[in-house]
């Protein structure tokens, strides 16, 4: 929507400048020595409409993860700077390719899938207030959603700062659930090996959750087809009738 209404300015804008001189008007060589490109409008603007300021351009990291600085106008620089925190990008709606092309976005991707995962855990537990508190060192929509990004959080996702930051959290998050009863009691423990430990979907590298009843089993141990929670679901049903 915010993206919509973007561009709706950006084409005013640029209606207003291209329409405003024409090839016949006395001062138009003069001006078009003086013309200066806005790389995020992709049109020329005066010079005091453009004062030779750069910036990053959304467009270009989307498709290229080119963090380079461009020449803009006033007016786009003014955007851009007004945007640079605010989610507005939806990756898989926006950059369907950026995944594959960006290694450190897939990095932070995988951890941040974990995030999300043992955030909605901790928020069942009364006693993770103290853990839950360190998630705000990250802006909340990565700890809450996939794909839906700020060209802030894209720089730092480039810089390495976000995954570093990402990491910390998880480490005391996951702290937290291992000592924690309560945290504990909302655990797994896989129905194909009855094995000791508790799984927890968050476990994204080791565990797997059948999608039928939502239960967590050891990866290795998981079989489609036979998940032992959807069977006795299944025949408890039959029972019944
Ligand atoms: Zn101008
Ligand atoms: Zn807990
Ligand atoms: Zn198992
Ligand atoms: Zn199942």
Same mark, same amino acid.
């Given at each position: 929507m915010v993206l919509e209404v973007l561009e709706a300015a950006k084409w005013s804008l640029s209606q207003k400048h291209s329409d405003s001189f024409s090839s016949t008007d006395s001062g138009y060589v003069g001006y078009m020595k003086r013309l200066r490109y806005c790389d995020y409008l992709g049109k020329y603007f005066c010079d005091s409409c453009h004062k030779g300021c750069e910036a990053i351009i959304p467009a270009r990291v989307l498709s290229n993860w080119d963090f380079g600085r461009y020449p803009v106008c006033q007016f786009s620089k003014q955007i851009l700077e007004s945007i640079w925190e605010k989610? *507005?990008?939806? /990756?898989?709606?926006v950059a369907k390719k950026l995944y594959s092309q960006a290694k450190e976005l897939q990095?932070?991707?995988e951890l941040q899938e974990? *995030? /999300?995962s043992i955030k909605k855990l901790l928020k069942a537990c009364r006693l993770s207030k103290g853990v839950l508190d360190e998630f705000q060192q990250l802006?909340?929509? *990565?700890s809450d959603e996939l794909h839906l990004f700020a060209m802030d959080d894209l720089i730092k996702i480039k810089r390495g700062q976000l995954l570093t930051i990402a990491k910390a959290i998880m480490k005391s998050a996951v702290d937290h659930v291992e000592a924690c009863q309560l945290c504990l009691a909302n655990g797994f423990i896989c129905?194909?090996?009855h094995g000791k430990d508790v799984l927890f979907p968050f476990q994204t590298d080791i565990c797997t959750r059948c999608q039928e009843c939502r239960a967590c089993f050891h990866t290795s141990c998981f079989r489609n087809d036979a998940c032992p929670k959807c069977i006795r679901i299944q025949n408890r049903r039959a029972a019944r009738r």
């Open positions: 989610p *507005l990008f939806k /990756i898989t709606d990095k932070f991707r974990q *995030l /999300i802006p909340s929509h *990565l129905e194909f090996c």
